[in-house]
C-alpha cells in the first residue's frame, strides 16, 4: 500500500467518523422518535410535494421494505398522511402535515446550528481549503452522475 492509500483511506476513515458522530450527537438532542432517514423523507415530501411510497424509495434509495416502515412511522406520529390517488383507490400517495413540517423545521435548525458550531472552531484558511476540497469533489461526483444517465 502507497503511503497516498494509507492517507486516502486516513483521510475516508476520519470522516465518516465525523459524520457518524454529528449523527449519534443531533439523534441524542433531537427531542422527537425520529432518526435521520425520516427526516430525509419529510424534506422530500416537502420539496417535492406527495409521492407514492416507492417513488420516494427510490428518490432517496432506500429499499421498498425500509420505506414502508419509515411512512407508517411518520403516519403514526402524523407527520405525514396518507392520500388517495384519484381513479385508484388501491394506491395512496404520502403528504407532509404542518405538524410534520414543524419538526422538520426543528430538525433543521438543530443540524444547522451543530454544523455552525462544529465548524466555527476552523480557522478563515482553513474554512476555504475545505470549501474548495468540497466543491472540487462534489464537481466530479456530478459529472460522475450525469455520465451514467
Do not use: C
Request: aromatic fraction near 4%.
Amino acid at each position: 500500500m502507497t503511503e497516498k492509500s494509507k492517507d486516502l483511506f486516513e483521510l475516508i476513515h476520519s470522516a465518516e467518523a465525523v459524520t457518524n458522530e454529528a449523527i449519534m450527537r443531533w439523534n441524542e438532542e433531537f427531542e422527537h422518535p425520529l432518526g435521520i432517514s425520516p427526516i430525509l423523507v419529510l424534506a422530500e415530501l416537502k420539496r417535492k410535494g406527495p409521492q407514492n411510497s416507492m417513488k420516494l424509495a427510490e428518490g432517496l434509495h432506500f429499499t421498498g421494505g425500509a420505506m414502508t416502515n419509515i411512512g407508517n412511522k411518520l403516519v403514526k406520529l402524523e407527520l405525514v398522511e396518507r392520500l388517495a390517488v384519484e381513479g385508484d383507490r388501491r394506491q395512496t400517495k404520502l403528504s407532509i402535515t404542518e405538524a410534520g413540517e414543524r419538526v422538520l423545521e426543528e430538525a433543521t435548525q438543530l443540524g444547522r446550528k451543530h454544523r455552525l458550531e462544529l465548524f466555527s472552531i476552523l480557522s478563515e484558511q482553513e474554512v476555504e481549503q475545505y470549501l474548495a476540497i468540497n466543491q472540487k469533489l462534489l464537481t466530479v461526483l456530478r459529472e460522475r452522475k450525469q455520465g451514467t444517465k
